[in-house]
């Protein structure tokens, strides 16, 4: 299967020394590149694609979009930069904010240091030089004080290893690694594997082309229709007046994401009163309907009535009924990703689309012709893998990072990420991960929380640098206290008790743990503050 992007391998950097060295060019990446450079210190950034943008250089599947609105799904430490650029589309699609990544990269002149087309092998600290030793795909071999890992939650991809992949004589794509010309699907026989968020983006726009669609299911998961709508300029003259305003109330939120969220029990409304609360909020569009009532996401009982509303809403949609019940989830809403669609429901309408159910008997090989299951060969000119990511972890361990005494990261998690702050890792010194394991990054609005990030590691850096330190460590028994509270305020949630990408269910042999910090964006920050004003609490300094 013919995936990724191909081009010039040679990183044409001559000096090997560096402060800081950064793995990625997606936002956090760019940022943090931003930063450094402003303290005068002397960075460089390796990234495997051709451009900047992370995700949004990878991910072109047709339909992709962000779900958290444009206007707060931006950088917010440059007010120029703020009212220079502007967003068409309540939900902006890739192109835009792939253009967007763009912009910021030239405003702020950062490819000038960064290392495209360059992938990096393996990162190992040198006790002796007291230094971080990387070596990228062409055997290169670079040095620096500090490494930071902008390596992106959701950007190694995953690839269920169905037999005879290879076998396949069409077309084979996946969302995460979409080609850059674009695909075009008119007249093609399509068959989609997975009903997650890229596939629910993406299933729409391929229907409208394709000649067959077969969409191969093995969980049901709800969504909100998105509500997309262009930007009136009203609207966006508002948002620019006041944005320091809206940041605020964003920072104030779980999520990092300004929406409205009500407190009260859906338990203690009647049965008009909360249909008409998810009637509205579903009008409205996006993932605030789960902000509806204070404990959906906290009792069975309280979100089973959310969950009914949308189930009667498929139910209402779908035409034929057996369709309608296949699309039904089972599980509770939002305990795997809430997604956002455009006529994901209708598009099963059309005469050119087809599901399948695989929940009970998993797909049984692919073919030379296309995919065979229970008993049925479908046969296809394309195949579309809409299989998601090895989430969290799948990056990092893609490098073979080594801290002290040579000890691989990969084995040191081997149970699952052990993490101070979701920012550090004991054994590992000077090193960061920038929305890593054990941070808010994936609950929240991305891009908040990688500013947050960025400026902790910044101030971190500068702090050291004014106080004599060149080395910081976080103290095991800080990481471990971490751990437990991530753990803690998990449980409390309905989000870990199913087979999500959270939990590392989606792919075979990861350890069942619940990876990103579930307590809150605020709560998360108020705890960043501390450690720093106690003079960076639970952390070893030298
Ligand atoms: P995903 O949510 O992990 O979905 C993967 C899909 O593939 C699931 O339906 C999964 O089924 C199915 N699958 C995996 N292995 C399979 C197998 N062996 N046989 C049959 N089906 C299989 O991945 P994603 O859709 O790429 O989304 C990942 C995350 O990226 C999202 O949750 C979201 O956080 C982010 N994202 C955001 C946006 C946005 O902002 N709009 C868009 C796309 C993605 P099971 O559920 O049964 O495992």
């Given at each position: 299967m013919a995936v990724g992007v191909q081009g010039d391998k040679n990183t044409g950097v001559t000096d090997i020394d560096f402060d800081v060295i950064i793995v990625g060019a997606g936002f956090a990446g760019m940022y943090m590149l931003h930063r450094i450079r402003g303290m005068g210190l002397k960075s460089i950034v390796f990234e495997?694609?051709?451009?900047?943008?992370g995700t949004w250089f990878w991910n072109r599947y047709p339909g992709a979009r962000c779900d958290v609105e444009s206007v707060q799904y931006s950088y917010q430490f440059d007010k120029e930069l703020e009212q220079e650029w502007t967003w068409?589309?309540?939900?902006?699609p890739q192109p835009e904010i792939l253009k967007y990544a763009n912009h910021v990269a030239d405003r702020f002149k950062l490819r000038e240091d960064i290392c495209f087309n360059t992938r990096i092998k393996s990162s190992v600290y040198d006790e002796d030089r007291t230094q971080w030793e990387v070596t990228t795909d062409q055997g290169d071999i670079y040095r620096s004080s500090f490494c930071v890992f902008a390596t992106g939650c959701l950007s190694s991809f995953n690839l269920p290893?169905?037999?005879?992949?290879?076998?396949?004589s069409g077309a084979s794509y996946h969302t995460g690694q979409w080609p850059h010309e674009g695909v075009d699907f008119s007249n093609l026989r399509v068959g989609v594997i997975g009903t997650g968020s890229s596939a629910i983006q993406s299933i729409p726009e391929i229907a409208k082309q394709a000649k067959h669609l077969t969409v191969f299911q093995r969980t049901a998961n709800y969504t909100i229709p998105a509500r997309n709508a262009k930007l009136e300029e009203d609207y966006i003259r508002a948002v620019k007046g006041d944005y320091a305003g809206l940041r605020e109330r964003a920072r104030q939120k779980p999520a990092g994401y300004d929406i409205p969220l009500n407190p009260q029990s859906v338990l203690e409304v009647t049965k008009e009163e909360f249909t008409s609360e998810f009637q509205a909020r579903w009008e409205k569009g996006?993932?605030?309907?789960?902000?509806?009532?204070?404990d959906l996401l906290l009792k069975p009982e309280a979100n089973e009535k959310a969950a009914a509303f949308v189930k009667k809403m498929i139910r209402n949609t779908v035409e034929d009924p057996k369709v309608a019940e296949l699309l039904c989830p089972t599980n509770i809403i939002g305990c795997k990703r809430l997604c956002v669609d455009t006529d994901y429901y209708k598009t099963y309408n059309r005469p050119n689309v087809k599901l399948v159910d695989v929940?009970?008997?998993?797909?049984d090989r692919i073919t030379s012709s296309g995919i065979a299951h229970a008993g049925i060969e479908y046969e296809f000119d394309a195949i579309v893998y809409a299989t998601g990511f090895d989430a969290m972890t799948g990056a990092l361990f893609n490098i073979d990072i080594r801290g002290r005494e040579g000890r691989s990261l990969k084995e040191k998690w081997n149970g699952g990420p052990q993490t101070y702050l979701g920012l550090t890792t004991n054994g590992f010194p000077n090193m960061f991960t920038i929305t890593g394991p054990g941070s808010p990054s994936v609950l929240t609005n991305m891009l908040p929380s990688i500013e947050q990030h960025v400026n902790f590691i910044s101030d971190c850096i500068s702090y050291m640098r004014e106080h004599g330190h060149s080395r910081i460590e976080p103290e095991l028994n800080a990481e471990l206290d971490w751990g437990m509270h991530v753990n803690e305020v998990a449980d409390?949630?309905?989000?870990?008790?199913?087979?999500s990408w959270y939990v590392g269910a989606n792919v075979p042999g990861k350890p069942r743990v619940f990876t990103p910090y579930i307590g809150g964006f605020p709560r998360y920050v108020e705890r960043c503050e501390s450690v720093v004003a106690n003079g960076y609490e639970g952390f070893s300094l030298a």
């Open positions: 495997a694609g051709s451009g900047v943008g068409s589309e309540k939900y902006s290893g169905f037999e005879g992949m290879d076998d396949f996006g993932t605030q309907f789960l902000g509806a009532y204070g929940s009970q008997i998993p797909i409390v949630s309905l989000r870990s008790t199913c087979a």
